[in-house]
């Protein structure tokens, strides 16, 4: 007879044996590690809270002290790979697998681990396919999360840094799999429920606060001309004439300074109420200047940013809160909101090619996608029609028959020719096909697809990648506005002139800017301190920000 | 460090009647130009130092194409260059111009 | 020398008058602060004086060597006026630099009639011209010195990136009165430097709001290191160099006493404050904690009840 419920019945067995560790759901913080030893098992699929900003730190910690003798092996699905200790695991052998979304700040050290064979790579994701496939065939047997703090019933309040959790939680509680959570205290009350208690095994008090970063924060001071151009250009170029108001900016400094410019460059243009009036977005400090003006109706955020708590609390018309007043983040419907409801993605890139595929992988550093992908990229099962969506499949597909032919999310790669150390954005041939070689790997990291691609903005212009034919128009576009690159040097210059007389390329002169009024009087904050201003002194921007 | 020269011909005498002007200052991405009205009519030098070394075909090309675009006849700029980028030095060389068309 | 102007190109022409002094470059603060079109350079940037050791170094060299000196009038009255350009080597004294602000301070102690205003953004001294740069201030020092007791007032201002550190904090501890803004900074060490030398427990270098209560105008001005605090605007910085120009008494002997004991008064009182709070609670600065995050409106009135300037030290 086939027993249907082993799973059931290991985790009962699991429970009763770590709950000799706990007083109720609450185990102490020199027990964490012999808590682990007790409830993981060789092997077991194990999601540590790995989010984008916020940090499981001591579980971490926990977890890597642990006895490799009876835990080890373990198949780590996290969505960051951030901490130094994310790796350690690897070094340790307590894990030995892994499958994740993002490594930003360790993209170098697990460049080294892959090659080395230190880690078996199961495959790098998009968030929104990593959570998918909790579901489905990553479900995580252990989850590690963190949340600010517990009620003595074990509820928890997970605050403005929600971002993964209810996700994760909601994959291995309902799968038989075990939640232990660390807290930062232990209150009588929380603000409110954002994880109820069962849902959660255990629950640990840290010594300190988990760990959270400022990912979000771009200083108005660093904002160059070369930016401030791309930034009209888009504004004038694709925001205007499409009349984009459901948007997604990924973060980066020209669209801080299209944050920027829409209470000053946006305002002389008479676009307010037209455009940028609906977000997927985290709590951008950048764009409290445009919120103050009345640009924005609402924002969904996918995290919190650190310093903007109490501007959030002031501001609950505009952003998603509790009835506690804090945020409420979500990143996984945030995702999805960036998926099917927002017109535009528009984000920077490390390298584009002659298909206008993107990607940030170099041969030496590895940051994985994070939303990117999901974010950039057309949503062929979406349904319902907008202006800007509509507008988009006219120009991709002129001839079909109108009723037939969908739209097409309106996907923006911007940024200048040159990047940091003069490196070039353009190139024949992406660092990331050299990464698949050497790895062994089925596809290479492409963070955006040239086929998903609408429009390329640069400070020589705008490339509209719907309105050509053919894949000889498409890099001619490309080469069109790449500058000074070899690639742009390379260019055919009489195809670009017919492409530029066809609309296909557009100068900044044939939108009507001269470069040299990209200058840094345009942006309505010149500093994090004109931001705390704006904000009316709400806004408490992170130590490293301040110049007073 | 690399100097570099470019000689050009202009289409025609650049606008105002300044003698002088500077723009930009020297650092990491940065550059300055002093342009000086003391040339013929229909000529432009444009003399380099810079701190990037090995870009004299980039270098040539955007003075190539500043010189095509803006005419700056008569003016000789002289660059000290931090290792800008070409957009850069094009936005600096177009400000210089800028200025000197203005009344002395 | 010829009159020429050099309006840089980084501001458009309107709202000239409320642009950031922190962000405009050396030129541009001169040319707004002094009357309109009254700026001759001396040694300008098409002498192409350069400095003769950054060669050696392969380093790129700067027209004007990082410093633009010449005269203007102030509202209406001739003064002599440096700026240094913050951005280029950090603004630090080598050995053209600091010849061009010599020589400016020795015409004016011999001219005797027009006071001098020197713009400070420096991080001290030139490594790669240590010798040259260490002689500089030594030098400049002097001529400040000099010039004070030929009757001629100094006043620096302090608002720019680089601060006013190193030798420029000495001598900016030289100068008749003292003029700065909330990003401005007055030292002498840098906040690496200190911890490095003392360690971490004893100064972190990244916590920027420690670095601005102990080296920041707010503090200098609660202090009585400097003798104004104004906005980060060229209007305010001219209208504050106006103020002290018309308020600053003479220089004697007896100043210089007056200085020596104000510093030991300060050193008795406040020396064994751990943390530039602890001194302005002892001065009675209501809601102490708060000055860091006060508008310079609100700073700028406090100031004035807690802090009286005492106009016969320096």
Not at chain 3, 278 to 286: F, K, L, N, Q, T
Request: aromatic share 6%; proline share 4%.
């Amino acid at each position: 007879m086939t027993d249907w419920q082993r799973h059931r019945k290991a985790f009962d067995a699991l429970i009763e044996a770590g709950s000799k560790l706990a007083k109720g759901k609450f185990v102490e913080v020199h027990d964490a590690t012999r808590l682990m030893e007790t409830v993981i098992r060789p092997g077991d699929r194990v999601c540590l809270e790995g989010d984008n900003q916020k940090q499981a730190d001591t579980l971490c910690g926990a977890l890597l002290a642990i006895d490799t003798g009876k835990v080890n092996n373990l198949h780590m699905v996290q969505s960051g790979v951030v901490l130094a200790e994310h790796l350690d695991l690897f070094d340790r052998g307590v894990a030995t697998k892994l499958d994740y979304a993002y490594s930003g700040p360790q993209s170098a050290r697990i460049a080294q681990m892959l090659f080395g064979g230190k880690i078996e790579l199961g495959a790098v994701h998009t968030y929104l396919e990593l959570f998918a496939r909790y579901f489905i065939d990553l479900t995580p047997h252990v989850a590690l999360i963190a949340a600010v703090s517990a009620d003595r019933d074990g509820n928890l309040y997970t605050g403005p840094n929600t971002e993964d959790t209810p996700t994760v939680v909601e994959a291995t509680a309902f799968k038989n799999g075990i939640v232990i959570a660390q807290v930062n205290e232990i209150v009588d009350k929380l603000p409110r429920v954002d994880i109820p208690t069962d849902r959660v095994h255990f629950i640990v008090k840290a010594e300190k606060p988990f760990f959270v970063e400022p990912l979000f924060t771009r200083d108005p001071a660093a904002i160059t001309e070369g930016q401030i151009l791309t930034a009209m250009l888009a504004i004038k170029g694709i925001y205007a004439p499409y009349g984009v108001r459901r948007l997604n900016h990924g973060i980066g400094f020209s669209t801080a300074a299209i944050e920027l410019l829409l209470p000053t460059f946006g305002e002389k243009l008479g676009l307010k109420g037209k455009i940028a009036s609906h977000f997927a977005l985290n709590p951008h400090p950048a764009l409290i200047p445009a919120i103050e003006s009345g640009w924005v109706e609402q924002i969904h955020s996918f995290g919190s940013e650190v310093g903007m708590d109490d501007y959030i609390r002031a501001r609950s018309d505009i952003y998603f809160t509790g009835s506690d007043g804090s945020l409420r983040s979500n990143r996984a419907f945030c995702q999805v909101a960036g998926l099917y409801a927002c017109d535009m993605f528009i984000g920077s890139t490390l390298q584009i090619d002659l298909q206008g595929n993107s990607s940030t992988v170099t041969t030496s550093r590895i940051a994985g996608f994070g939303g990117a992908p999901n974010m950039g990229a057309d949503a062929r099962g979406r349904r319902h029609p907008s202006a800007p969506w509509l507008q988009a499949g006219r120009e991709s597909d002129p001839t079909a028959s109108a009723r037939l032919r969908r739209g097409r999310k309106l996907v923006v790669q911007i940024g200048e020719t040159f990047g940091d150390k003069n490196v070039p954005l353009f190139v024949e041939r992406l660092d990331a096909l050299e990464l698949a070689e050497k790895l062994n790997l089925d596809l290479a990291p492409v963070m955006i697809y040239g086929d998903d691609v609408t429009h390329i903005v640069t400070e020589e212009g705008i490339a509209n990648l719907l309105q050509c034919r053919d894949a000889n128009e498409r890099e001619q576009a490309i080469r069109g506005v790449a500058g000074y690159t070899e690639v742009g040097r390379g260019r055919d210059k009489n195809m670009v002139q017919r492409l530029r007389e066809r609309g296909v390329i557009r100068r900044p002169e044939d939108l009507g800017i001269d470069p040299l009024d990209a200058d840094r009087s345009m942006l309505a904050a010149h500093s994090i301190k004109d931001l705390v201003r704006w904000s009316g002194g709400l806004y408490a921007p992170p130590s490293k920000f301040r110049n007073w | 460090m690399e100097d570099l020269h470019f000689h050009h011909t202009a289409r025609e005498r650049a606008g105002g009647s300044r003698k002088m002007a500077i723009v930009g200052v020297v650092a990491s991405g940065n550059l300055e130009v002093l342009v000086e009205r003391m040339l013929a009519d229909d000529e432009c030098q444009v003399e380099i130092k810079t701190a990037a070394v090995g870009f004299g075909e980039l270098w040539n090309a955007v003075v190539a194409d500043f010189v095509e675009r803006y005419a700056p006849g008569g003016l000789k700029f002289s660059v000290n260059d931090g290792g800008a980028r070409p957009d850069t030095v094009s936005l600096r060389l177009a400000q210089a111009v800028r200025l000197m068309q203005e009344a002395g | 020398m010829p009159k020429s102007r050099q309006l840089a190109a980084d501001i458009p022409h309107e709202n000239t008058k409320a642009i950031s002094f922190y962000e405009s470059s050396a030129r541009t603060r001169v040319e707004l602060l002094v009357d309109a079109g009254s700026f001759s350079e001396f040694i300008g940037p098409e002498m192409r004086e350069v400095s003769p050791h950054l060669k050696i170094f392969d380093l790129p060299e700067q027209f004007d060597d990082g410093i633009v000196v010449g005269s203007g009038r102030l509202d209406s009255a001739p003064i002599f006026i440096a700026a240094q350009e913050g951005r280029f080597m950090g603004g630090a004294f080598g050995e053209v630099h600091g010849a061009k602000l010599t020589g400016l301070l020795r015409a004016a102690r011999d001219i005797k009639s027009m006071p001098v205003v020197i713009l400070f953004d420096t991080g001290g001294v030139r490594l790669q011209e240590a010798n040259a740069g260490e002689l500089a201030i030594a030098e400049i020092m002097r001529a400040v010195m000099e010039a004070r007791t030929a009757g001629v007032k100094v006043i620096g201002l302090i608002g720019g990136r680089s601060g006013c550190y190193g030798g420029g904090g000495l001598i900016a501890g030289c100068c008749s009165a003292l003029v700065a803004s909330e990003q401005g900074r007055i030292a002498v060490s840098g906040p690496e430097v200190i911890e490095t030398n003392r360690g971490v427990e004893e100064f972190d270098s990244r916590d920027r709001a420690l670095v601005w209560r102990t080296m920041g105008g707010k503090h200098r001005r609660l202090l009585g290191g400097a003798e104004a605090f104004t906005e980060d605007t060229v209007r305010d910085f001219r209208d504050a160099a106006v103020q002290l120009l018309g308020s600053t008494p003479d220089f004697s002997l007896q100043t210089l006493h007056a200085e020596q004991s104000r510093l030991e008064e300060r050193l008795q009182r406040f020396g064994a404050c751990l943390d530039a709070t602890d001194i302005w609670i002892a001065e009675g600065v209501p809601d102490a904690l708060n000055v860091p995050a006060m508008p310079a409106d609100q700073f700028v009135v406090l100031a004035d009840k807690v802090r009286r300037i005492r106009r016969d030290a320096r």
